[in-house]
Nanobody, 116 residues
Framework: QVHLVESGGGSVQAGGSLRLSCAASGFSFSSYCMAWFRQAPGKEREGVATIYAGGSTSYADSVKGRFTVSRDNAKNTLYLQMNSLKPEDTAMYYC??????????WGRGTQVTVSS
């Protein structure tokens, strides 16, 4: 059974940095597509960054050049390094996993709040 637990969220001032982690268990982590999504109050959930089993990545235009997604297959952990944070990055951030689609299973999320 896929189990995903996010951590690393918190409150930071604009321009600051945070590193989110997602500890994965119950599946063959290295074979799965992994992704970060976020949802701000009153808004739909949106994709932030994806890293495929082969290591290729993709990003939402709004975070390109500021966020970096990575994975450590030896530790079964997904990361999201977030730099130059903006108030509009404030949201609940979710880790997701899947074999073909990258959003089949979800974690419970970690809150990121960026103040101006």
């Amino acid at each position: 059974q896929v189990h995903l637990v996010e951590s690393g969220g918190g409150s930071v001032q604009a321009g600051g940095s945070l590193r989110l982690s997602c500890a994965a268990s119950g599946f063959s982590f290295s074979s799965y597509c992994m992704a970060w999504f976020r949802q701000a109050p009153g808004k739909e959930r949106e994709g932030v960054a994806t890293i495929y089993a082969g290591g290729s990545t993709s990003y939402a235009d709004s975070v390109k050049g500021r966020f970096t997604v990575s994975r450590d297959n030896a530790k079964n952990t997904l990361y999201l390094q977030m730099n130059s944070l903006k108030p509009e990055d404030t949201a609940m951030y979710y880790c997701a996993a899947g074999l073909t689609r990258c959003n089949t299973s979800w974690g419970r999320g970690t809150q990121v709040t960026v103040s101006s």
